[in-house]
């Protein structure tokens, strides 16, 4: 059974630096083919795709967001974390941790919501 | 400004059938998988569909997908009011090496 979980703070202020983490069971991230991703939704809005990170380290990021974005993998830990620096109030959302496999998010965490406020 | 376009809404009658739309383009939907997810209200995105038509084990067969070109149709039969939710499609897009999302349909159950 695959579950993840996302983790982090729930309120930062504009020009701070977001950690989210998102903890997993049921599959490990060393596994040929696996990723894990992160997708937000703000408030009343779509889902945006941020960033994705393979088994083999191979990590994508959104276009419009790249120069802010880093995602790193503790396999060890069963962890993948996310950094957005430079938070502004726009990125208020939830944001989700989900797994990738067969070209498909087939399981997605709780979400954790995150204001940009000061 | 989503990369693929859905319909904003859709509506029928409890017992009829509805379909979603969601088109992209050549360097999305034209040459990669689609996966449609259901977000009931308050809840995390669930997926629905994948690699176009299948079902995750689940799944009732009530809900159907098919690509055609650069879209792609979501078909849901024997509409029930738990089936009121947004609906979302999503792909990669090989152009821009991303993943995409269409910006929801959100469907009313009569």
């Known amino acids: 059974q695959i579950t993840l979980k996302e983790s982090g703070p729930t309120l930062v202020k504009p020009t701070e630096t977001l950690t989210l983490t998102c903890t997993f069971s049921g599959f490990s991230l060393s596994t040929s083919g696996v990723g894990v991703g992160w997708i937000r939704q703000p408030p009343g809005k779509a889902l945006e795709w941020l960033a994705l990170i393979y088994w083999d380290d191979d990590k994508r990021y959104s276009p419009s967001l790249k120069s802010r974005l880093t995602v790193t993998k503790d396999t060890s830990k069963n962890q993948v974390v996310l950094i957005i620096t430079n938070m502004d109030p726009v990125d208020t959302a939830t944001y989700y941790c989900a797994h990738r496999r067969s070209s498909t998010w087939d399981f997605w965490g709780q979400g954790t919501p995150v204001t940009v406020s000061s | 400004q989503s990369v693929l376009t859905q319909p904003p809404s859709v509506s029928a009658a409890p017992g009829q059938k509805v379909t979603i739309s969601c088109s992209g383009s050549?360097?999305?939907?034209?040459?990669?998988?689609v996966s449609w997810y259901q977000q009931l209200p308050g809840t995390a995105p669930k997926l629905l569909i994948y690699e176009n038509n299948k079902r995750p084990s689940g799944i009732p067969d009530r809900f159907s997908g098919s690509k055609s070109g650069t879209s792609a149709t979501l078909g849901i039969t024997g509409l029930q009011t738990g089936d009121e939710a947004d609906y979302y499609c999503g792909t990669w897009d090989s152009s821009l090496s991303a993943g995409v999302f269409g910006g929801g349909t959100k469907l009313t159950v009569l």
């Open positions: 050549s360097s999305n939907i034209g040459n990669k998988y």
